[in-house]
């Protein structure tokens, strides 16, 4: 299952975060929707406002289909068929859809059948394993695997670099697949638009953590595709909803189990050969200090240090089913970028003397 997510970049970073080739081969930045209902955060739950990519035809007839649209929406879809006046006496979950059951139910049929297609963004999403033998359960951040690429002087090169002071060479947000409604209040009023995410049985490599993962949609052409319901029909979308290996994860501090704490601690590697945890703190000069090393200084015997490109293998009484394959850790990437935007954010007088 998928019932929370991280998605903090600031609105002009999410859109060159999400720039694109339409049909004609252009390279684009998608425009927004209600950019207004757009709040980042580092821990979003269902009910809250998300943000989805879609194609510009559902809001314009005479659009092309390529064309993308960001628009924040309430992750929990309101069927369009639903007669109550507040959407929070839908008396069933639709945080998430079962692809296996999507065309059986009603809430999900409809509107996959008129082409509500779209991709939910997020850093990644959280999950949550129970630990053996306890009622505890550990969280895990889980997102695409990070590499670092050279900066294209093509892309800076579009028909509109007005819009964009530098090419998009970051995190790579994670792309969900979901569908969403429209609905209207039965006494008049503005349209509500939500979004449910659809799941899939676990990949290999999260089976552990947990038996349902997120449908991704891994690349370009399968985000073009799940949009574009104007060339690419039902029966071919749902081709596209499968299982992906491409994906790593860490483990996290148990504060995200709470939806209220948003700082950049939610994402941050917890060591799991360590019993005491990395606590809240509202200081950014520890926080800063706690990212510029593996682990915590505080943290006990030290562990020898792996290279970038290693798997952080996560070797405790949480993961003993079976290893995970190789892969490229984006967890050095991941603690730089947390830095670099805690930077961004903090008054140079504020920050501390070793940066």
């Known amino acids: 299952m998928c019932g929370r997510t991280s998605c903090h970049l600031p609105r002009d970073v999410l859109t060159r975060a999400c720039a694109y080739q339409d049909g004609q081969g252009q390279q684009r930045l998608p425009e927004w929707r209600d950019p207004d209902k757009y709040y980042p955060s580092y821990n979003k739950s269902p009910q809250s406002n998300c943000p989805v990519l879609l194609s510009g035809l559902h809001f314009e007839k005479d659009a092309d289909s390529s064309e993308r649209i960001i628009a924040p929406m309430r992750w929990g879809l309101i069927p ?88 998009w060479d970051n995190w790579r947000l994670l792309t969900m697949a979901g569908i969403f409604d429209c609905w209207e209040p039965p006494e008049g009023g503005d349209c509500l638009y939500s979004f449910t995410i659809i799941t899939v049985d676990s990949c290999k490599g999260l089976n552990d953590i947990h038996h349902r993962m997120p449908a991704i949609l891994d690349g370009e052409e399968a985000i073009s595709k799940w949009l574009d319901f104007g060339k690419v029909s039902t029966q071919e979308a749902l081709k596209l909803i499968h299982p992906t290996e491409n994906i790593t994860f860490h483990p996290v501090s148990t504060m995200v189990n709470n939806s209220k704490n948003n700082t950049p601690e939610c994402l941050v590697p917890v060591n799991l050969l360590v019993k005491k945890e990395l606590k809240a703190s509202g200081s950014s000069q520890k926080m800063l200090q706690w990212l510029a090393t593996k682990s915590p200084k505080k943290e006990g015997p030290k562990i020898p240090q792996k290279a970038e490109s290693d798997v952080p293998h996560w070797s405790s009484q949480f993961l003993q089913k079976r290893p995970f394959p ?30």
Not at 328 to 351: A, F, I, M
């Open 80 to 167: 369009s068929w639903f007669k109550e006046d507040d959407p929070s006496k839908l008396q069933f979950n639709t945080t998430n859809c079962r692809s296996d059951t999507i065309m059986e139910k009603r809430s999900f049929k409809v509107p996959l059948g008129k082409g509500r297609r779209c991709v939910v963004l997020a850093d990644g999403f959280y999950e949550w394993q129970r630990c053996q033998g306890t009622s505890q359960r550990q969280p895990y951040f889980i997102y695409f695997p990070q590499i670092k690429s050279e900066k294209s002087s093509s892309i800076g090169a579009a028909s509109s670099p007005e819009d964009w002071e530098k090419v």
């Open 326 to 355: 190789t892969k490229k850790s984006g967890t050095g990437l991941l603690e730089r970028w947390l830095r670099q935007e805690k930077e961004k954010e903090e008054p140079v007088s504020k920050r501390p003397h070793n940066q």
